[in-house]
């Protein structure tokens, strides 16, 4: 006889991981190529480090005074405090009133996770999720799995080949009151003021809160107070919000996260921050040493700004010869959104049918949207991606 198993009403989960890398793995093409990898990377086709990452391992492994001994629930302060600064300003009027605080946390999507499950418990009343992104986001998944109503919105206009603001603007007139407002990566939308006012407004008046994602902050212009500029909108006027912040794309310090909060108050962002501590914000010694020497003032001022401009300048100069050798090929269209775009990924513009030659007839992998990773591309693979771009357009066109 059978026993009924405790497990039997627990659900199949969802996978993160898309069903285009699954693919890919198992094709034997021995030209198969993959360009929606999630990280930077480099001209070899392995994960970016930064140099001041790999200088500081070195500097690590000769100090005498190591442990893998794990950190308090509460974090070490001045890890945290470099990452606020980094991300908020050294002279950050939010820090200076003690109204803002985080916690780092282990895996990318943990901040997600932590600040999701934070507000499943003490606020009820928010039910429903709008996601607003340039491509779908991982952490759908995870709202959706505990318990969310999701929707999810591109800003992409696919018509003019651009991140468009004012689709922002027009999602956030429909999207139900008192809903989460996850705001992913959005460094192309250039708004002007008077949309700004708008936007502020229309979040204010719905009592909508904000959740950023800001996963690769220094990579869409190289600098990385420029890249977070636009949350000093929401600081300047008063918001409460949450903030994911990922270190792996923009220093190659992999499976690492915080999430952030900013109240109203120094007593509010002590209650939120005392919930958000727990044991999966833990590190052990030999990471917390790692990241705080990497994340130290010397060396943001120095290697690790250098090493982030050389990584923006080396993007912008792929998409650069991408869009010259498809013009020298004489393929069909304008070319030049993909140079207006910043940072590692962008949209090529090509359509379903178009995406469905080179991933079936090319095995070039890329998604729907046609949403690449720009540093999959190097010296040993641009022809051959470019010539297939060529005759997917062509062959389309005919």
């Known amino acids: 006889m059978t026993s009924l198993s405790v497990f039997r009403d627990v659900p199949i989960a969802q996978k993160l991981e898309g069903s285009l890398l699954k693919i890919y793995r198992q094709d034997d093409s021995s030209v198969k190529m993959f360009l929606a990898y999630k990280v930077c990377m480099t001209e070899g086709g392995h994960p970016w480090v930064s140099l001041v ?54 895996g990318e999507s943990g901040a997600f996770q932590l600040g999701a499950q934070f507000l499943k418990i ?84 719905k009592q909508i809160f904000p959740f950023f994602d800001i996963p690769c902050q220094g990579l869409s212009t190289g600098d990385l107070e420029e890249d977070s500029k636009f949350l000093q909108h929401f600081v300047s006027l008063g918001f409460e919000f949450f903030c994911s912040q990922s270190l792996s794309k923009n220093f190659g310090i992999y499976a690492l996260s915080f999430l952030h909060t900013l109240a109203y108050g120094y007593s509010f962002y002590k209650r939120s921050l005392g919930q958000l501590r727990g044991p999966n914000t833990t590190l052990s010694g030999l990471s917390w040493r790692l990241h705080i020497l990497t994340l130290s003032p010397a060396r943001l001022e120095g290697s690790a ?94």
């Open 53 to 106: 990452v790999r200088k500081t391992r070195l500097q690590i492994a000769e100090d005498p005074s190591l442990n893998y001994e794990y950190l308090p629930l509460a974090g070490l302060k001045s890890f945290i405090q470099a990452s606020l600064e980094l991300l908020f300003g050294k002279h950050s009027q939010a820090i200076v009133e003690k109204r803002v605080g985080g916690v780092h946390i282990v």
């Open 305 to 398: 700004k250098q090493s982030l401009k050389g990584v923006v300048e080396n993007i912008m100069l792929i998409k650069e010869k991408v869009k010259e050798k498809l013009r020298l090929l004489g393929t069909p269209g304008s070319w030049n959104h993909i140079t207006r775009q910043s940072g590692t990924h962008g949209y090529l513009g090509l359509n379903y049918q178009q995406v469905e030659f080179l991933v079936k007839k090319k095995h070039i992998y890329l998604p729907k949207t046609s949403r690449i990773n720009f540093t999959c591309i190097n010296s040993s693979n641009i022809d051959y991606i470019t010539q297939s771009i060529h005759e997917a357009v062509m062959l389309t066109e005919g």
């Open 122 to 205: 003490w606020r009820k009343n928010l039910k429903t999720v709008c996601i607003i992104s340039c491509q779908n986001e991982q952490c759908g998944l995870i709202f959706r799995d505990m318990g969310f109503t999701v929707y999810e919105y591109s800003v992409w206009n696919s018509t003019d080949l651009c991140s468009d603001p004012s689709i922002f603007v027009e999602v956030l007139q429909h999207i139900p009151a008192g809903s989460i407002l996850v705001i992913g990566n959005i460094s192309d939308c250039r708004f002007t003021q008077n949309q700004w006012t708008k936007l502020m407004s229309i979040i204010k008046s």
